[in-house]
């Protein structure tokens, strides 16, 4: 075990926290707010503290998968704590527990919240709450690849360990050059999200923290109301940029960067993942047509909540705890599907149904045929035995976090409704369930062991499950 490297990279991520820490503090200076000063002191202390921890470089320069495992498992925890002090020192969200949950959701882009009253928070404060859904959605740890000079091959341990999908690759040789064509592609369309819904009439404000909720398909909203205030058209435009970072990133490197429509819309994960958007939003606006006020209305609503769900964005503009019970079962299925693996979205991933579903008939077609031999194709490429074996495996992981959650957090005492769909809500990044945790609901009301719980899934949902449960394997802090 290669401890060096680990306190290292920790080090190298508190010091980056703290630049991004000046962020809200410069947002504070434009509005007068004195909150401001703690997020300034707090980016000022994590550069020392980091500077301090890094000042001696790494004699011994490689790590493998382990390292890579515990260093982002680790390095979001550490994220998530230090970047609640502020909403704690401020006061404005004065217990630890709530903070910490607040702040796991923010990184994790669950969007999940135990406010009731958002439009309480400072602006600095509401711009710090959506900017981490910006931070944790393309990854911290691949920003970091983006931006330092951390070269070598065992880099592909951080990206494989915070990555979403079940199979993680560059998108050219070397891989802080993919990592830079990721975030700028990241930047680069959330810089047109913004610049849209100004010219629609959206504040400036309101549009940048929107765009960072949407990029990182995270869902935090900065009025109570989440989008339900903002007009058609610009609920609209949200919507589609949901669904646009749904998109495996992949999508857009053969789109923009290679120029090459074909291979771009020849992605089988994309086109099902449309697919899916398509008949879900058919199915509800025929299923819930009379609650509504009137076809645009029925449109608009039941895409963008599909579009929100399915993202894992969390955003809301009606409270679908009151649709049909057509309706919201097909928003909880959206809930386990998710979005495209290499998207900023969560959930299982359209990627790993895909290859569920061809495993599926492939062992079908065994029994008929005991000799033929069957491989599976995605995108015309052949899909290894050993990642069709690991989406098997990483569906059993998933289950008994889901299962030994919803059992836990049951101490409560609240319905199975409430307490089913808060751990779908967390685990896949979503943000609100139903019931008591639904679009007008939060999570306030449970129980300080059961955010804890909760916070989990959060993390191991965005981690996909491994480098979380990795920390509690007997063998992981052993030297040999």
Known sequence: MNFASIIYILGKLIELEGVLFLAPAFVSLFYREKQGFVYFIIAVLCIIIGRIITIKKL???????????????????????????????????????????????????????????????????????????????????????????????HNMHLMRSESPGPDVGKLVPKLGESAKILYTLYFGITVQQIFILIITGMPVFDAVTLSFGTAGTGGFGIKNSSIADYTYLQQLIITIFMVLFGINFNFYFFLIIRKSIKS???????????????????????????????????????????????????????????WPSFSKTILVLLMFVGACAGSTGGGFKVSRILILIKSYFRELRHFIHPRLVKNIYIDKRRIKDETVTGVKVYLVSYVLILITSVILISLDGFDFETNFTAVMATLNNIGPGLSVVGPTGNYDSFSVFSKYVLSFDMLAGRLELYPLLILFAPGTWRRR
């Open 59 to 153: 004699e011994k320069k490689t790590y493998y998968a382990k390292e890579g495992f515990i260093s982002v498992a680790m390095g979001w925890i550490i994220m998530s704590v230090v970047g609640c002090l502020p909403f704690v020192i401020t006061g404005e969200i004065p217990y630890f527990t709530d903070a910490f949950f607040e702040t796991v959701s923010g990184f994790t882009t669950t969007g999940s919240s135990i406010l009731s009253d958002v439009e309480s928070l400072s602006h600095c404060s509401l711009f710090w709450r959506s900017f981490t859904h910006w931070i944790g959605g393309m990854g911290v740890f691949v920003f970091m690849l983006a931006i330092l000079p951390m070269t070598g091959a």
């Open 264 to 322: 771009a819309f020849k992605m089988d994960e994309v086109r099902t993942y449309l697919g899916i958007v398509a008949i879900a939003t058919a199915a509800i606006m025929i299923n819930a047509w009379k609650i509504f006020d009137s076809p645009a209305d029925a449109f608009i609503k039941s895409f963008f909540q599909v579009g929100s769900i399915i993202t894992t964005t969390g955003f809301s503009t009606a409270d679908f705890n009151t």
